[in-house]
């Protein structure tokens, strides 16, 4: 070998080594490292698939929240007209309570006006008793005048005849 002369390196440049290893064998190992897609590639289809997953999953949720918010609001909903039926009850209760109070207020008075008149009874029973049994007093004692006077003219008559 001279200093002038070149000699050429098959395995130079990248064709090369792939040419050289072809020869060897290895050339669909390397055609396959070479048509790999890069990390980076690799990387972002990871995270495109990840990303998606995310996103399926995020959407499940938002159905299945969605789902639980109609029932909710359902439930909301009944709940809701329960309580309305149960406001309602409650004012007819307070006014059947008023008109309740309203029939014991009456009824009190009634029981304290009929005592009143009980009372008044009484005392005319006890005055009319009393008058009765001084009537009866009085016609017993007339009886027995009457009784005396009818002596006296019988007796008054016998002497006379």
Do not use: C, Y
Request: charged share 25%.
């Amino acid at each position: 070998m001279s200093a002038g002369h070149h000699i050429t390196v098959p395995f130079a440049s990248w064709e090369g080594m792939v040419a050289l290893l072809g020869a060897l064998g290895l050339g669909g190992v390397l055609t396959a490292l070479a048509q790999r897609p890069s990390r980076r590639a690799v990387d972002a289809t990871a995270a495109k698939d990840e990303a998606t997953g995310e996103a399926a999953v995020i959407a499940s949720i938002a159905t299945a929240f969605t789902g639980t918010t109609g029932a909710l609001r359902e439930e909301i909903e009944r709940m809701q007209i329960m309580l309305n039926e149960l406001r309602t009850r409650v004012v007819e209760a307070e006014a059947e309570i008023r008109a309740a109070a309203l029939r014991e207020a009456d009824q009190a008075r009634i029981i304290v006006d009929l005592r009143e008149q009980l009372e008044v009874s009484h005392a005319d029973v006890v005055r009319l008793r009393a008058e009765r049994d001084s009537a009866t007093a009085s016609a017993t004692q007339k009886e027995g005048e009457v009784r005396q006077l009818k002596a006296v003219i019988d007796a008054h008559a016998r002497a006379t005849t």
